[in-house]
């Protein structure tokens, strides 16, 4: 005869069921979130937990956190409502760089690769350059002609490295987006959601050159005539948190300040995305976001 379980038996059993179903609402809708692979150069962690206190209050008007290795969602604020990203879609155009391969092919610019505004490297037509040297300046000063340089050569076309970009989006499993140029300046039909840049940050950050040069605070960038010219980050959460590892801004006015950021620390790592926030707010968003994320001790400490 089998004997039924206790009733302190039943209630364990009741709170372990509830304990482990507790977490975000919002299920990341791809299987890209779960199911790649964790990078050799992402420290191991235990399973990803949500922080213990309520996230902070933020202005943006949509916010994501996301732990890295495990793609587990930590919070969510309008995820997924469509919306301008501006230059944080740089970091598909660097994925797609990438993809292409050979970063020390010349890159010779041309004049319509100049035809922008207003963040600028002012290059000269004439003027070559390989695409190593281009995508570090596009992720640390946010160039919008090297943008369109990088997006000419590889894309054959502005519009044909728009194609390249979506297609990357579908490989991604980025099922609410869609991008017309390389650089985020507002067009009829370009958006993306705080779901979907997670997504992208998540798999750019699997990148080592992507993280090295987000994470480059400032350098000094040598034009072909000799002349040199000291680059600054872009992203102030680098100066702020010591373990802010890059990612990318964007600011438009539709879009508002952006940023992607993300850190490492007690053995984590997550990626915040906050879009439509303003001057004022966007780094404390970002800051304390980051900080609720990884500022506790790791499990069993």
């Known amino acids: 005869m089998h004997r039924l379980p206790s009733v302190r038996a039943l209630a364990f059993l009741l709170s372990v069921v509830l304990l482990s179903s507790c977490g975000n609402s919002e299920p990341p809708r791809s299987a890209a979130y779960q199911q790649q692979p964790v990078s050799r150069n992402e420290q191991p962690i235990r399973t990803a937990t949500i922080p213990p206190t309520a996230p902070p209050s933020t202005y943006a008007q949509s916010v994501i956190v ?11 604020k309008n995820a ?20 292409a391969g050979n970063l020390d092919k010349p890159v010779r610019i041309e004049k319509s690769d100049t035809d922008c505004e207003p963040t600028k490297l002012y290059l000269k037509p004439g003027e070559v350059y390989s ?5 570090k300046v596009l992720l640390v000063k946010s160039a919008n002609d090297v943008a369109r340089a990088l997006a000419r050569d590889v894309g054959g076309s502005q519009q044909g490295f728009a194609s390249l970009m979506n297609r990357k989006c579908r490989q991604l499993g980025m099922r609410n987006s869609h991008f017309v140029n390389p650089h985020g300046l507002t067009e009829p039909g370009q958006y993306s959601t705080a779901r979907d840049m997670a997504i992208a940050a998540r798999a750019a950050y699997r990148s080592p050159i992507v993280r090295s040069y987000t994470s480059t605070k400032s350098f000094r960038f040598r034009y072909n005539d ?5 680059l600054e980050n872009t ?3 680098l100066e702020r948190l010591s373990y802010c590892t890059g990612m990318k801004t964007g600011t438009t006015n539709a879009s508002g300040r952006c940023l992607v950021a993300s850190g490492s620390l ?6 915040a995305v906050v879009l439509k926030s303003n001057t004022p707010h966007i ?4 800051t304390k976001l980051l900080r609720w994320a990884l500022e506790r001790p790791r499990p069993g400490v």
């Open 266 to 271: 007690n053995g984590r790592s997550v990626i």
């Open 283 to 286: 780094w404390d968003d970002s």
């Open 131 to 135: 695409r190593r040297e281009l995508l």
């Open 80 to 99: 997924d409502q469509r919306r301008a990203v501006a230059s944080t879609q740089k970091l598909i155009t660097a994925m797609c760089v990438l993809d």
């Open 235 to 237: 992203n102030k959460v």
């Open 226 to 230: 000799g002349r040199t010219k000291l």
């Open 66 to 76: 996301i732990d890295i290795p495990s793609g587990r969602v930590l919070y969510t």
